[in-house]
C-alpha cells in the first residue's frame, strides 16, 4: 500500500475506533474482546483498504467485516461460549455512562439475548441503522430483521421487567 492510502486508513482507523470497540463490545459484552474483534476487523480493513474504499459506504463495509469476525469467534472456538449476567469488571478509565447502575441492567439484559438477536439489537438500534442495512450485514431479509428485533425487545422488556421488580422487593438478580 502506498503512503496516501497508508495515512487515509489510518485517519479512518483512528477516527472510527471508538464507535466500532463500542459496537464490538455490544456484541460481545466483554471490553477485552471487543478492543480484540476491532484489531481484527482493522485488519481485514488494511488488508483490502482499496476496496473499502470503493464501496459506497466504508463505515458499513467495515462494521460488516466487524459483525462476521464476530461470527467467526464462534465458528473457530467451537466450544459454546456463554455470556453472563455478571458484568464485566470496568476500568477505571471507563466513561461515567458505563458506570451506571441502568447501563449496567441494560448490558445484563443483552447479554441474555441469543447472538442473532443481540447483533440486530446493536446494529438496529445503538447503530442506528435502517433494517436493509442491517439485513445486509447479518445476510438476511429485512423482514428478519424485523422479526428478530420484535423478539429481542420483547425479551428485553420482560428481562427488564423482571429486574425491576426483583430490585423493588430487594431481592437480588
Not at 19 to 24: D, E, G, K, W, Y
Request: glycine share 4%; hydrophobic share 40%.
Amino acid at each position: 500500500m502506498d503512503a496516501q492510502h497508508e495515512e487515509q486508513f489510518r485517519v479512518f482507523a483512528l477516527s472510527r475506533w471508538p464507535r466500532l470497540v463500542r459496537t464490538a463490545y455490544l456484541l460481545t459484552g466483554d471490553r477485552h474482546e471487543a478492543e480484540d474483534l476491532v484489531q481484527i476487523a482493522l485488519t481485514k480493513a488494511y488488508r483490502s483498504w482499496r476496496r473499502v474504499q470503493r464501496s459506497d459506504n466504508a463505515d458499513a463495509y467495515v462494521r460488516q467485516i466487524l459483525v462476521t469476525c464476530n461470527k467467526d469467534r464462534f465458528r473457530k472456538k467451537r466450544v459454546a461460549t456463554w455470556l453472563t449476567a455478571a458484568l464485566p469488571e470496568q476500568s477505571v478509565a471507563a466513561d461515567p455512562v458505563a458506570r451506571s447502575e441502568e447501563r449496567q441492567r441494560l448490558m445484563w439484559a443483552l447479554s441474555t439475548l441469543p447472538r442473532r438477536q443481540r447483533a440486530v439489537v446493536v446494529l438496529r438500534y445503538w447503530e442506528d441503522l435502517p433494517e436493509s442495512e442491517v439485513a445486509e450485514i447479518l445476510g438476511c431479509s429485512p423482514g428478519t430483521v424485523k422479526s428478530q428485533a420484535s423478539k429481542a425487545l420483547g425479551k428485553l422488556r420482560a428481562v427488564l421487567s423482571a429486574d425491576a421488580l426483583t430490585a423493588v422487593q430487594g431481592g437480588s438478580r
